[in-house]
């Protein structure tokens, strides 16, 4: 019975190192105060599928080649970094023209409001004087 538990798949010292190995790489990957590589995280990342590599370039991949690009796509690069900051300030001014519109007209409607209602003050009075004069 001894020698069946120890040929037993899961007590293999070769599951055991794979099991101290993901306990290893657990560790490390929880863990905040440490971001060098272990042994075993480097055996592990060499045994999952190859990773891509990012270029750093940054034109595109027919610029590169043999084709050249068209005439237009080459006037256009040129004024491309200058859109973003165009149209931040052009509808900064847009929105700048927005406020000050509607506050002179506000100021301009809240001066006619005050001229009618002197107006209108006046023009009671004079019917009041006119009504008292004619009892």
């Known amino acids: 019975m001894e020698r069946e538990l120890q040929h037993h798949p899961s007590s293999s010292p070769r599951k055991s190192t794979k099991k101290k190995a993901l306990a290893a790489l657990n560790h490390n990957m929880f863990s905040h105060s440490t971001r060098r590589f272990t042994p075993a995280v480097v055996a592990f990342q060499s045994a999952r599928a190859p990773m891509s590599r990012r270029t750093f370039t940054s034109t ?44 002179w007209l506000k100021l301009e409607m809240d001066e006619i409001k005050v001229a009618k209602n002197e107006k209108v003050a006046v023009l009671e009075k004079e019917v009041r004087e006119l009504t008292s004069t004619q009892k």
Do not use: C, D, H
């Open 60 to 103: 595109q991949a027919i610029f590169n080649s043999s084709q050249k690009p068209s005439a237009y796509k080459e006037g256009m690069n040129q004024y491309r970094t200058f859109t973003g900051p165009f149209a931040k300030v052009f509808l900064g001014g847009v929105f700048v023209y927005q406020v000050l519109y509607w506050t």
